[in-house]
């Protein structure tokens, strides 16, 4: 069984492994580049030092001015970024859709079901090589999008746990390629055909990592709120690369009066205007802005979760394939 399924795919081995090399080619030169622009803007003690919250209002300033003129420069590249979101789904496509439903399709699995291997063993073996396979390719790209994306995230205000950046880079592109695979042998076993498996495939892991990515992973920890006033100071406690759930205006009795804004007047310009700061507004005396949000440091924990949620989801789709495999007729 093990050669067998070894000539079944080596095919799919050799222009698995010739795409991550051209893709390896294109983009190794494009983070080199990267690297050696924030280094010469000196980012990387910008990075160091706006960690302190108590960091001074000058050196955030010049700093946060390097990480724009980095941005500007390699802002465009955030589009590359969200077309390499695709690259587990057409695993899954290509190595898990057709795993089962090429065999049912053509009928050579009734040639191997009657030289003596068992459906089950045939299933296992079948599973467990392919899966060994894509857990080394998800494992090489997770680390070489995490070398790769690095000098993006730590430009960004959001940081690690920014949407698509988190998505990209640790332990989490492991979680997502296996689960589409798992998901595309489990649409192979019920559908029985490649196409009608490829698109129940492409349609169920968009659904999942959707509802994953927006109601769930927000919850993993509970948020913690930030508060400061809203004329003569600084966001105060905001470290960089913290991931803003929500915010707004709130008045003293913690009625919301903006959302998704922010005030900063400088100290008395209120007085200056005649009126107070946020009069515009309706904003009483005492009004303050309000965040919630995840702190940076909890990045490698929400990766830890995610990875688990969908290293489960494909033990599960696995464990059902093989059970619908023994139904097969």
């Not at 698995?16 to 280094?39: D, E, H, Q, Y």
Request: with cysteine; hydrophobic share 50%; net charge positive.
């Amino acid at each position: 069984m093990i050669w067998l399924t070894w000539r079944q795919h080596r095919k799919q081995v050799f222009y698995t492994l010739l795409a991550f090399a051209a893709l390896a080619a294109l983009m190794v030169p494009i983070g080199l580049s990267m690297r050696n622009t924030f280094a010469d803007l000196g980012l990387a003690d910008c990075a160091r030092q706006l960690a302190d919250t108590n960091v001074a209002e000058a050196t955030r300033q010049t700093c946060d001015a390097g990480f724009r003129r980095f941005s500007n420069r390699y802002g465009s590249l955030n589009l590359v970024a969200v077309l390499l979101l695709t690259l587990p789904v057409l695993v899954g496509l290509f190595w898990g859709a057709p795993l089962v439903a090429r065999e049912v399709e053509h009928g050579t699995h009734r040639f191997v079901w009657t030289q003596g291997v068992g459906r089950t063993r045939w299933a296992l073996v079948k599973f467990v090589l392919v899966g060994g396979a894509v857990l080394v390719l998800a494992a090489g790209y997770g680390l070489g999008m995490s070398w790769w994306v690095e000098p993006l995230t730590r430009a960004a205000h959001e940081g690690r746990l920014g949407v698509i950046v988190f998505d990209l880079q640790g332990v989490v592109p492991i979680g997502y390629t296996l689960f589409a695979v798992a998901l595309g042998v489990f649409a192979g076993t019920v559908w029985k055909r490649m196409l009608p498996a490829m698109g129940i495939t492409l349609a169920g892991y968009i659904g999942v990592r959707a509802a994953v990515e927006t109601l769930v992973r927000p919850h993993y920890r509970p948020a913690r709120t930030l508060t400061f006033p809203i004329e003569g100071a600084t966001e105060a406690g905001m470290a960089r690369g913290d991931w803003i759930l929500s915010q707004g205006i709130r008045n003293p009795d913690g009625k919301m009066m903006a959302e998704d804004t922010r005030i900063m007047c400088p100290p008395g310009a209120g007085e200056a205007k005649g009126r107070a700061c946020g009069a515009e507004l309706g904003l009483e005396p005492g009004a303050y802005n309000w965040q919630l949000y995840q702190p940076a440091d909890r990045f490698w924990l929400f990766q830890g979760i995610e990875t688990g949620i969908f290293v489960a989801l494909a033990l599960l789709l696995l464990y059902l394939a093989v059970r619908r495999v023994r139904r097969i007729a």
